[in-house]
């Protein structure tokens, strides 16, 4: 079972900001491709932004220019930083690794996920 544990979640008003966090042990920081998925409530699990081997990134479209997803190798920890967040934004968010991608196809593992609420 790979561990993966989000933190940072939370209730924030439209327009702020929020940063999530999500620590691994270092042979699968290491070794796995990393990314944040969420779930909006009555929808499916969708891919926020993610890895690909190597330092490039991809996100969903709806977030380019407001969340920007960067990784700590000195603490084996992956983060989200969220701003200018609109309601459509809250979802529970997960984040998940694969050996190969978490990009081109579902990923294999993933966390408990953070709630994450956008409303005034």
């Known amino acids: 079972q790979v561990q993966l544990v989000e933190s940072g979640g939370g209730l924030v008003q439209p327009g702020g900001s929020l940063r999530l966090s999500c620590a691994t042990p270092g042979s699968i920081f290491s070794s796995h491709v990393m990314g944040w998925d969420r779930e909006p409530p009555g929808k499916k699990r969708e891919l926020v932004a993610g890895?690909?081997?190597?330092?490039?990134?991809h996100y969903q479209d709806s977030v380019k220019g407001r969340f920007i997803i960067s990784r700590d190798h000195a603490k084996n920890t992956m983060y989200l930083q969220m701003n200018s967040l609109k309601p459509e934004d809250t979802a529970v968010y997960y984040c998940?690794?694969?050996?190969?991608?978490?990009?081109?196809?579902?990923?294999?593992?993933w966390g408990q996920g953070t709630q994450v609420t956008v409303s005034s």
């Open positions: 890895f690909f081997r190597g330092n490039m990134t």
């Open positions: 998940v690794s694969d050996p190969y991608s978490v990009v081109l196809g579902p990923p294999r593992y």
